[in-house]
C-alpha cells in the first residue's frame, strides 16, 4: 500500500475518521499538523490543482460559518494571503502520496487514487458533531 502523509488539525474527529479509514486500507499514515507547517505559497498551492480559488477553504472555519469571509469573492493571490495568514482556513485534510497532492477527503477520489478500504460508515469531509 501507499505512504501518504497526512496535513490535519489536532483534535480534529472528522480528520481521526480519515486517518482511521486510509489505515484499515492498509496505507502508513504520517499524520502532521496543518496548523504549525511551515507553508508556502508555492508549496500549499501544490495541493489545490485546478479547483476553483472557493474550494481551497474549510467551510467549518469560525470566520467561513460566521458570515465574516466569502472565499467566492477572493482572488488567488488574496486567498493564498489568507491562507498562509491564517491556516485554520485551509480546507483540510492535505495528503500527499507518491508525487500527487490532493486536499480535502473525497472517498471516490482517493478510491481512484489509492484505494480505500470498505467503511463500516460513510467518511467524508466535515465535522461528525455538526
Same mark, same amino acid.
Given at each position: ?46 495541493? $489545490? ?5 472557493? &474550494? +481551497?477553504?474549510?467551510? %467549518?472555519?469560525? @470566520?467561513?460559518?460566521? #458570515? *465574516?469571509?466569502? =472565499? ?32 480535502? $477527503? ?5 478510491? &481512484? +487514487?489509492?484505494?480505500? %478500504?470498505?467503511? @463500516?460508515?460513510?467518511? #467524508? *469531509?466535515?465535522? =461528525?458533531?455538526?
Amino acid at each position: 500500500m501507499a505512504k501518504v502523509v497526512f496535513f490535519g488539525k489536532p483534535g480534529c474527529a472528522g480528520n481521526a475518521q480519515q486517518e482511521a479509514v486510509l489505515r484499515a486500507a492498509g496505507h502508513a499514515v504520517e499524520r502532521r499538523d496543518l496548523l504549525r507547517e511551515p507553508w508556502t505559497a508555492e508549496r500549499l498551492r501544490g495541493f $489545490f490543482g485546478d479547483r476553483p480559488v472557493a &474550494a +481551497w477553504f474549510n467551510r %467549518a472555519a469560525p @470566520r467561513i460559518a460566521r #458570515g *465574516e469571509l466569502r =472565499p467566492e469573492t477572493l482572488d488567488a493571490e488574496a486567498a493564498m494571503a489568507l491562507l498562509l495568514a491564517e491556516p485554520l482556513l485551509i480546507r483540510r485534510p492535505l495528503l500527499e502520496s507518491g508525487g500527487r497532492r490532493e486536499v480535502g $477527503f473525497e472517498p471516490a477520489v482517493i478510491e &481512484a +487514487w489509492l484505494g480505500l %478500504a470498505p467503511a @463500516r460508515e460513510e467518511v #467524508g *469531509e466535515g465535522c =461528525p458533531h455538526r
